[in-house]
């Protein structure tokens, strides 16, 4: 890991599924983060790529994959993908960041 990687915060995700549509756009961004259950509502995917099917889990976000996670983020129509720092909690993408 590099000197810059190490300064920066770590990320985590998760996602309200109560808010959810279902349309998949998370998936499509970051497949490697985001599936769709057969419940039909999207989940975050564990670094194993284990789909964690309780609702509001939350996962590291990859590096190499925030832009696709923050575009997912920022594109999901329910308004439910919550992107934020691992040491506060301090939400930076999502419809509760600042
Ligand atoms: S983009 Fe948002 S609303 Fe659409 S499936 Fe993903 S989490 Fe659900």
Redesign the pocket.
């Given at each position: 890991m590099t000197a810059q990687e190490e300064a920066r915060p770590e990320l985590e995700v998760w996602?309200d599924q109560d808010?959810?549509?279902?349309?998949?756009?998370?998936?499509q961004y970051a497949p490697e983060v985001?599936e769709?259950d057969i419940d039909g509502?999207?989940y975050v995917k564990s670094a194993d790529d284990e789909l964690l099917q309780d609702k509001g889990a939350t996962t590291p976000v990859p590096l190499p994959l925030l832009d696709d996670v923050r575009d997912?983020a920022k594109?999901?129509?329910?308004?439910?993908?919550h992107v934020r720092r691992v040491t506060d909690q301090v939400e930076v993408y999502g419809p509760d960041a600042e």
């Open positions: 996602i808010l959810c549509t279902g349309d998949g756009i998370c998936a985001f769709l509502l999207a997912s594109e999901c129509p329910g308004d439910c993908i």
